[in-house]
């Protein structure tokens, strides 16, 4: 079983719809969550972070983190054209002051197109 | 653009030539990391550096491979002997020490024939 599990779809949406997009992993010295934006031929980009549980919201995105259930979520509203891309799921464990790399884990990443 | 910067863009090889890849980070982001992303799959974490010092390894990274970070600033990584299961988009990330935002580079795409 691989540390962070996500579906690559890819998912299809018409413009304007809400898109959920989630991630399970195992490890549970995760404590850092991330949402990586990466188009075709570039490098990732990141969208949102959470640390432990909770939501978090910017603007259109809202990202959700239940760690009892080792669950993670991206929700985009009112989802546009420009957002069409890969989006990763990446975690990271203990930061480096307490001995940590601070490296990330990604899933595989799910593909999403928004149509127009 | 005072991004992380990695050359070359494309690098396409015969199978057996060595290759070495140069990322240029943030300046002043202490720490450097290396992933390698195959097609469909998430980027693998396989190096990082604090500052000059190689402080992790993964089991991704056979003896073929070796990275370096003279001085603390740019990083290179080599392949030798490269194989046709080499062929992957190569990352390079950095940050500041403590949970901050992993900028990463564009990425070298290396294709073995």
């Known amino acids: 079983q691989k540390e962070v599990e996500q579906d690559p779809g890819p998912l299809s949406v018409p413009e304007g719809a809400i898109v959920s997009l989630n991630c399970t992993y195992s490890n549970s010295a995760f404590q850092y969550f991330m949402w990586y934006r990466q188009y075709s031929r570039k490098g990732p980009e990141l969208l949102m972070y959470?640390?432990?549980?909770g939501n978090k919201e910017d603007g259109r995105f809202t990202a959700q983190v239940d760690k009892s259930s080792k669950y993670i979520s991206l929700f985009i509203r009112d989802s546009q054209p420009s957002d069409s891309a890969t989006y990763l799921c990446a975690m990271s464990d203990v930061l480096a002051s307490q001995g940590g790399s601070e490296k990330l884990v990604f899933g595989k990443g799910m593909k999403l197109t928004v149509n127009p | 653009d005072t991004g992380v910067s990695q050359n070359p863009r494309h690098k396409i090889t015969k199978r057996g030539q060595n290759v070495t890849f140069r990322c240029d980070p943030i300046s002043e982001h202490n720490r450097l990391y290396w992933y390698r992303q195959t097609l469909g799959q998430g980027p693998e974490f396989l190096t990082y550096?604090?500052?000059?010092?190689?402080?992790?390894k993964s089991r991704l990274l056979s003896d073929r491979f070796s990275a370096e970070r003279p001085k603390g600033s740019f990083s290179t990584l080599e392949i030798q002997r490269t194989e046709q299961g080499d062929s992957a988009m190569y990352l390079c990330?950095?940050?500041?020490?403590?949970?901050?935002?992993?900028?990463f580079g564009q990425g070298t795409r290396l294709t073995v024939v």
């Open positions: 990330a950095s940050r500041l020490t403590g949970f901050t935002e992993a900028f």
């Open positions: 959470t640390y432990s549980s």
């Open positions: 550096f604090q500052n000059e010092a190689q402080l992790e």
